[in-house]
Structures are given as structure tokens and as C-alpha cells.
């Protein structure tokens, strides 16, 4: 077994890791609204107003920062009007990505109650596509305005008397794309005039955020920053997806794969610190006071679609190779805490690296979500100093990853990823004067290991043994593993 060193050191204190890094996406795609997040009132499957109580408490254990709805390319398709007041009478519409017809049951309403089931901060993602200036503005004004208007009233109507707080409000979605196949340009301009008229008001205060690149495109990231400006926005999302084989007709299979495909898969998230790097640059010149947010709102592991499953359900199993990509994008977003102000996994239920899995009246919690809880207590520290004796387990790929922060008590909170498939390693932390007290837990197993409806809990968080000697901490990272480590 090999020792490798990790030094690490609180006095050098980078920048905050927001909450908001840890954050979900849900859309109507597949079972990640119905039966993954809404069975209905009527269900036999336990809920609280029509929301699985499994899901809420799984998504209030992760204290879940923000949820994203309804989409993904499903936003640009969103009318707002259809999916409030009298279920019986909302109007139904084809849903062109999911290939279903949309009942619009799960509507504005429900969404944001469900954020208050779960306690955290919504994000809607509007649509620009295919809507009208006039229509996001009413909805603004229907969700967040205290007054006597038509939609105050309207919301009044249909049953909320004081409105919501809304602070994340994305204006289009994949622009250059499923949103409308619009040049940066076009896009910029129709983006001031969305974004003039979503007024804050009774005291609300929205964060605006712009439709950004598609993975590489740094020409869309210059041309946003210089047409929008840092005046006009707060923030510029950015879409990355793993895909291991690099061929989007056949992305491989979430289950059946080989070593040189789990690495690969790996090499495909390792360059995620590039992207975010690069866009950064660009977006340094024209902001250097960093008041944009680098919003990675789509991320995650992308593979084919499960045997017997609808195509366009993009429903897919995860594994501990799962968790190792997870941890890894993690501690990137971590690392570029100082630009990256939110990101969103896709997505929440059911649909690509989803962190639950629904059948009947059983979910279950994927390695991925485990990583998440694993992560979490990074929450709005403070980046530190942290490096890594390393060695490549693969071509390109490093066998360890990590990041470190401290909290307001002054606790220093590790996270760190052994990426091998083979190789054991003793951790040596040092850096700090003393440590003489540390805790730990880990999720390691064999890298196809999954959970399953009939075995939920084969992969689940153990405590990790750690030692403290001579002011030092160390800690065995097995092969595929995720590990927290707390000095106190």
C-alpha cells in the first residue's frame, strides 16, 4: 500500500463554497416529476399533499439548497397558465421531449409547495422559446407581487393569498439549441428584453441568469459577456455532460462496462476543470470583480437509456462508477468556488444521474446521492489550501482527487476520491499544527455496485477509520472510494 501526502493549510483561505454548488434539477421528462417526485393525493404510496414523503425527506437529509423546473428543453415549451387552477380544468398539451401528453397536474403551485416541503430555494427556468415577454411577466408578478393586480388576484383565486419568495430565475434554456437554435447575438438581445421586464417586486429580488455555452463554446461566452455585461445579468449558466465513449448515438451502458470505459468515463468528467477554466477566463475580462456566477445547471453521467425503457425517458441506473464521477465534479466545482456560484445534477428522479430511483412505493437512494451527503458539510465553508501527492491510475487520469474547506467553527472538512480501481492508498494529512482529533466516513465497493429496488442498502456510507499520530491524520482509501474527513 502506498502512503501519499496531503497537505493542507486553513490560513489560506480562498473563497466560499456556496451551497448552492449542491444543488438538483428536476423536468418533465420521464418518472422525475410524476411518480418520482408527484403521485397525487389519491395515491396509495405514502405523501404529503401528493409529494412522496420518502422523496422530501431524502431531499431534506441532503438539506437540498435549490431545486430547477420544469426544465431543461422542456421550459422553452412551458405555458404557465396551464398548469394552475382547478386540476379537472388545466388544459392538457403534447409534451414533444418526454413523447407524452402533459396534464399540467404538477404546475406552478406545486412546484414551489414542494420547495417548502423540502426547504429549499426554487429555481424556474423560463421560457423564451416559444413564450413571450409578456407571459414571464406575469408570472413573475402572479408569484412574487403582495398587491392587488390581475395576477395577485389571480393567484388569490387559486388559493395562495400572500405570494412566494422566487430568487433564481433562469431566462432560456439551451438557447443555442432545443430553445431555439439562436445565434449568441439574437440570444443576447432577446435576453435584455426578457430580462427588463421581470421586475422585483413586494421586496422580492431576482437573480437573473442567462442562458450561457454549451460545453466548449467559449464564442458564446465572450459574446454574452460583452452584450449582456455584468451590469444586465447575475448570473451565465453552462451545460456539461459526461459521456464516456464520446459518441452521443451510442453513449455506452450505465451498468455493463470495462475497466477502459470506466476510465474513459473519467476522463470525460476530468474535463469539466477545463471548461470551467477557460469560460472563466473569458469572463474575468469583462468581470473581474466576479459579480457573474458561473451556473453549471445541467451536469452529471449521460449513458443509453435502460433495455425496455422509453427512449425518451433517458432513465438510467447508477453505480459506485457513478459516485467516483460525482466526487470528482464535486471537488472541481469546489475548487472553482471563487466563479461557480451554483450547479445543478441531472437530475433529481429517475432521469440520467438521478440521486433517487422510484418503483411502486419504494426509493432508492444511488451512490450519487450518497456522494452528495458526503459532500455537504462543505455548505457555505471556506475554501482552503489543499494538495495531493498523485500518480495517474490511467492515461489522463489521476488516482486521487480532492478538495478541503473550513466552517465557521473552524473545522476543516476533506473530501477525497480514489479513483483506482487497484490501488490502495494511505492518506497522510498534515499541514495543521496538531491534529489530534479526526472522524471519517466512506462509500467504497466494487465500481459495478449498485443499489437496487430489492437491495436498496449494497452500497451505503460506513465510518472510516482514521488515525492520529505525531500531529498528523491517516486514513485507507480503498479502490473506488469517497471518503469525508473532519479535523476538529
Known amino acids: 500500500m502506498k502512503t501519499v501526502k496531503l497537505t493542507i493549510n486553513p490560513l489560506d483561505k480562498r473563497s466560499k463554497i456556496n451551497k448552492e454548488i449542491y444543488s438538483n434539477f428536476s423536468e418533465h421528462l420521464g418518472r422525475c416529476i410524476y411518480d418520482g417526485i408527484y403521485v397525487g393525493k389519491d395515491s396509495d404510496i405514502p405523501n404529503t399533499d401528493g409529494y412522496r414523503n420518502d422523496v422530501i425527506e431524502a431531499f431534506r437529509d441532503l438539506e437540498l439548497p435549490v431545486l430547477r423546473w420544469p426544465g431543461g428543453c422542456f421550459a422553452d415549451e412551458y405555458h404557465w397558465k396551464d398548469g394552475i387552477g382547478e386540476v379537472s380544468s388545466r388544459g392538457k398539451v403534447v409534451n414533444n421531449w418526454g413523447h407524452i401528453v402533459e396534464d399540467n397536474s404538477f404546475g406552478t403551485h406545486e412546484f414551489l409547495r414542494f420547495c417548502e416541503l423540502v426547504g429549499c430555494e426554487p429555481y424556474i427556468s423560463a421560457n423564451v422559446g416559444s413564450g413571450s415577454v409578456r407571459e414571464l411577466m406575469e408570472w413573475i408578478e402572479y408569484i412574487t407581487f403582495d398587491g392587488f393586480s390581475p395576477m395577485g388576484e389571480l393567484r388569490r383565486k387559486n388559493g395562495k ?52 455555452p454549451n460545453a466548449d463554446d467559449y464564442n458564446w461566452t465572450e459574446v454574452c459577456m460583452k452584450k ?47 471548461l470551467i477554466t477557460r469560460h472563466s477566463e473569458i469572463m474575468n475580462r469583462y468581470d473581474p470583480e466576479h459579480r ?15 433495455p425496455d425503457t422509453h427512449p425518451s425517458f433517458l432513465y438510467q441506473l447508477s453505480t459506485m462508477r457513478d459516485a467516483i464521477a460525482a466526487a470528482i465534479n464535486l471537488n472541481i466545482f469546489n475548487k472553482h468556488s471563487d466563479r461557480v456560484y451554483m450547479a445543478n445534477i441531472a437530475q433529481a428522479v429517475n432521469v440520467l444521474q438521478s440521486i433517487l430511483l422510484t418503483e411502486g412505493n419504494i426509493t432508492v437512494k444511488t451512490p450519487t446521492y450518497h456522494v452528495f451527503d458526503l459532500f455537504k458539510k462543505h455548505m457555505d465553508s471556506t475554501l482552503i489550501y489543499s494538495h495531493i501527492e498523485n500518480e495517474l491510475a490511467d492515461d489522463g487520469v489521476p488516482a486521487l482527487s480532492q478538495s478541503a474547506s473550513v466552517n465557521g467553527n473552524g473545522d476543516i472538512v476533506i473530501t477525497a476520491a480514489n479513483c483506482s480501481l487497484d490501488k490502495e492508498y494511505t492518506v497522510e494529512i498534515g499541514g495543521v499544527s496538531d491534529i489530534n482529533n479526526a472522524d471519517g466516513r466512506i462509500l467504497t465497493d466494487e465500481v459495478h455496485s449498485r443499489n437496487t429496488f430489492e437491495s436498496p442498502d449494497n452500497v451505503v456510507i460506513r465510518p472510516l477509520e482514521i488515525k492520529c499520530e505525531n500531529g498528523k491524520a491517516y486514513a485507507i482509501l480503498p479502490p473506488c472510494s469517497v471518503a469525508e474527513i473532519v479535523l476538529s
Open 161 to 212: 393569498e400572500k405570494p412566494w419568495k422566487l430568487k433564481y430565475l433562469g431566462i432560456g434554456n439551451e438557447s443555442w439549441g432545443c430553445g431555439g437554435n439562436m445565434t449568441p447575438e439574437y440570444y443576447c438581445d432577446l435576453y435584455k428584453q426578457y430580462a427588463t421586464f421581470c421586475r422585483n417586486y413586494s421586496g422580492n429580488e431576482l437573480f437573473k441568469i442567462a442562458c450561457g
Open 228 to 274: 449582456i455585461g455584468p451590469w444586465n445579468m447575475n448570473g451565465l449558466s453552462m451545460h456539461y455532460y459526461t459521456v464516456p465513449t464520446g459518441n452521443w448515438d451510442h453513449k455506452g451502458s450505465s451498468t455493463d462496462f470495462d475497466d477502459k470505459e470506466y476510465y474513459s468515463t473519467l476522463r470525460s468528467t476530468l474535463r469539466m476543470d477545463e
Open 292 to 306: 457573474v456566477g458561473l451556473i453549471v445547471d445541467e451536469w452529471g453521467c449521460w449513458y443509453d437509456v435502460e
